[in-house]
């Protein structure tokens, strides 16, 4: 079956970065758009952002400038550097793969906390 499995995730001062990374397996994975959602305590699950398979990114406008999303398709992975995190950046972030069939697949999530 499909797994995406994400890491990196941890506790960082504000101002740190973070660099997570979801692996992905059983799918053609250059075929899947990619996306980094997060969601925070009581908080709906938002889009961070967001890679084509082609490589055209896209962000959130609480993030764009701050964040990096990309992918390398020969390792089946893509990345999230995180960059001069904030307070309000604390979610529980998840990895999704979308197919060209509209397949749609989750992570368990990594839990980033940004102390303050």
């Known amino acids: 079956q499909v797994q995406l499995m994400e890491s990196g995730g941890g506790l960082v001062q504000a101002g740190g970065s973070l660099r997570l990374s979801c692996a992905a397996s059983r799918i053609i994975f250059r075929l899947f758009d990619m996306g980094w959602y997060r969601q925070a305590p009581g908080e709906q699950r938002e889009l961070v952002a967001a890679i084509t398979g082609g490589g055209s990114p896209n962000y959130a406008d609480s993030v764009r400038g701050r964040f990096t999303i990309s992918r390398d398709n020969a390792k089946y992975t893509v990345y999230l550097q995180m960059n001069s995190l904030k307070p309000e950046d604390t979610a529980v972030y998840y990895c999704?793969?979308?197919?060209?069939?509209?397949?749609?697949?989750w992570g368990q999530g990594t839990q980033v906390t940004v102390s303050s």
């Open positions: 999704q793969a979308v197919g060209p069939g509209f397949q749609n697949y």
